[in-house]
């Protein structure tokens, strides 16, 4: 299998499966003499572990990172940085009943087509168990991006359960923190809670959208065309396991629109050009123009439930199949900080390339 690396500067390659021995991923393009350690990354860590709550799956696992290479006396050396995450409680047993069958919504008949065999463990490489490697590499990336500007910041939340939105009129940030489901908006969050407990009880499941924010962005990241920072982002957002579907700004919404009501107006502020508003998500032409970089991702239900469904077996045998395990009821939720995690890779990314090509050297307005 190839195509297990992202990014054009700052480069991530992950590497293990949902029940091998370890996962991990290696960072390349890391700039030299950052501070960097365990502690560093192990708070996004734990707060994508699974076993969190009751709304999340509950196989426990502490996703302890280890720092193999690439850091000496607590700075890095600009050499790869190569990081480990022990498997602690796999139980491929659960998994032995599909050893020969394919299960509804997941990658196993696509996998077997393609290369001729699959890992049933969890499906391997198609576990969202993956994406705490690149958790980790968001983790350095947020540290590269806290040394070279200060005053960046990346926020994940949920903005839709299901059919259930949150009310813009009642955001709060402070709220994020405050519920297993990085909610913004309090009331939402007790009505999530009535609503995913019915469901997980049902032995079902349900998908959710989830908007993460880069603030502070410096303008003028990204190129017109093949290097777009709105199209890196959304390739990024949409690797992660169970994405169908990803917008920036307004999105799919600016289709309704017109052009004077889609179009962000801009007077002269004190400190250079001011928006009026933000339908373009901060990204203008490819490049972003120093507002909020705004990017939404929709992820589609588990598939792995405990109601039957019809499929097949590898013998072309139509079966009726129930999938055991411990499984996310709404994967959506530890989806939020993967997503933090892709989009603080690929500024960091763009930040560099930036660095390369123009030295940081800016046009000037006013």
Sequence with gaps: MSFNTFGHLFRVTTWGESHGPALG???DGCPPRVELDEGDIQPWLDKRKPGTSKFTTQRREEDAVRILSGVFEGQTTGTPIQMMIENTDQRSKDYGDIAASFRPGHADMAYLQKYGIRDYRGGGRSSARETAARVAAGGIARKVLAALVPDLKVTGYIVQMGPRRID????????IGRNPFWCPDPEAAADWATYLDDLRLSHNS???VIEVVAEGVPAGLGAPLYAKLDSDLAAAMMSINAVKGVEIGDGMAAAALTG???????RMGNDGPMFLSNHAGGVLGGISTGQPVVCRFAVKPTSSILTPRRTITAQGAEIDLVTKGRHDPCVGIRAVPVGEAMMACVILDHLLMDRAQTGGQRGTIG
């Design 260 to 266: 004077v009501e889609n179009a962000d107006e801009i």
């Design 168 to 175: 813009p009129a009642r955001f709060d940030a402070a709220e």
């Design 25 to 27: 991923c290696t960072v």
């Design 206 to 208: 349900v998908g959710a």
